[in-house]
Each structure stands twice: as C-alpha cells, then as structure tokens.
C-alpha cells in the first residue's frame, strides 16, 4: 500500500510556510536587527569621533611643546634618527 508520493504531496503548503516564515525573518530584520545595527553605528560614530577629537587635542599639544623646547625636539628627532639607522644598519 504504498502511497505515489508525487501525486500526494501538497506543494502550496510548503509555499505557504515559506512565505510565512520570510515575513516573520523580515518582521524580525525590521523590529529588532535593523535598530541594533543603527545603535551600534551611532555608537560607532561617537567613538570615531572623540577619537579624532583626542588625536587633534593631542597634536596640538605635541607642537606647543616643540615650539617651547626647540632644542629638545631637536635633539629628541637626532636621537630616534640615529637609533632608527643603527635598526637599518643590522
């Protein structure tokens, strides 16, 4: 007694559930994914920026102190630059 199982299996059930089961991904994309991400890319955004903000605030620092201590920027340039070729000459 063995049942033809193409004559018997009711495709447009399967569709259905698909079709079911798409909305509810989407549903779920929209409601709770799609906020997530937006969030995360706010908080991204600020990061980005206090870090560039802090990165700015830190150059000018590092000119201030070469315009006070000239020698110093000097001498600190001459020693990494001697240090960096001693590297080379290895």
């Known amino acids: 007694m063995a049942r033809s ?8 059930s399967v569709e259905d559930r698909i079709a079911d089961l798409r909305r509810k991904v989407e ?3 929209e409601e709770q994914i799609t906020p997530a991400v ?3 890319a706010g908080k991204a955004q600020h990061l980005a920026q206090r870090a560039k ?9 590092a000119v201030d102190f070469m ?4 020698l110093a920027t000097v001498a600190v340039a ?3 630059g001697f240090l ?5 000459r290895r």
């Open 5 to 12: 199982s193409s004559s018997s299996f009711d495709t447009s």
């Open 27 to 29: 549903d779920l994309m």
């Open 38 to 40: 937006s969030r995360a």
């Open 53 to 61: 903000s802090t990165a700015r605030h830190e150059a000018d620092h």
């Open 67 to 70: 315009r006070e201590r000239p």
């Open 78 to 80: 001459v020693g990494v």
């Open 84 to 88: 960096i070729a001693q590297l080379l």
